[in-house]
């Protein structure tokens, strides 16, 4: 307000799913004259620098010694609990490089505040030591929310309403989710709360930042059991030029309408998935498919 700038970092993990978003992101926030650094692993600074953002690396051992590159490929062969086991060591390595680098770079960069991606709890840990303000960033559907009438979204049921039964579902899915499939990531936070004084993290506003800042569109949330003012829906965060260097044949499109597929880019090469959506799309003559 009244023409302050604001030195601002996004911190993001070094995925394409959630560095595009987030550095769209930052460019929205730049654009009303903040100063925006991305905060992410090395293969980050490449989108830093053509989407006109500051960068600040962490995990710079890590990737130089091709561990990141590795676990992102060990990732990419996997599905269902080994892919989700595999995410969650991917998340607890982060963390550990992420308490060893982060207080350094903020100790540099002098930020005012910190918007911070929710698959990143070392970083929310740090900022309430320090007292820095900070909101979280939902590439995907908000993970850290604990209305009871929500699953958590990587289970496969809708939303509980009243039910009392199908709310304790979703209250024992959720501790199952971040007491017991992720322990190795809680280990990791506790560890360092201790240390540091903080009580236990909760999925309370208080202690996951001041908003949460999600770019699902309210119209695909389930309903909630009352308002939640700390959320903020808004559309897919997208920028028209943001990806004008990668190449596709717009020669092959011949004029159907367009049934689009997307992978992501790390959990993509498992060559059945490709096969299964070929022959669920048999027989569909009216459309193209675009994988």
Known sequence: KNGYTMKIGIVVPGFRGHLNPASTLGVAIQRRGHDVTLISTPEAEAI???????????????????DLTKDKETLGLLEGIEAFQCNVEIVSKAAKDTYRDLPAILEEKKLDALLIDDTCPAAI???????????????????????????????????????????SRNWIARKTLFEIMAEPVARVVRAYNKEH?????????????????????????FPRDAPAN????????????????????????DGRPILYVSLGTTQNRIEQIYKNLIQACHGLNNVQLVM
């Not at 993290?201 to 999600?214: A, E, M």
Request: hydrophobic letters at 40%; charged letters at 15%.
């Open 48 to 66: 830093a620098k053509r989407m006109g953002l500051r960068f600040a690396p962490i995990s710079i051992a890590e990737y130089n010694s091709g």
């Open 125 to 167: 840990s740090i900022a309430r030591v320090q007292e820095i303000p900070f909101g979280t960033l939902a590439a995907t559907p908000p993970l850290l929310q604990d209305d009871p009438s929500i699953p958590p979204f990587i289970f496969p049921w809708g939303p509980a309403g009243n039910n009392m039964i199908l709310r």
């Open 197 to 221: 004084g903080l009580s236990p993290p909760t999925l309370n506003p208080r202690t996951i930042g001041l908003l949460q800042l999600t770019q699902l569109p309210e119209c695909f949330e």
């Open 230 to 253: 700390h959320f903020v829906y808004t559309s897919p965060w997208y920028e028209s030029n943001r990806d004008s260097s990668i190449d596709f044949p717009w020669d092959k499109l």
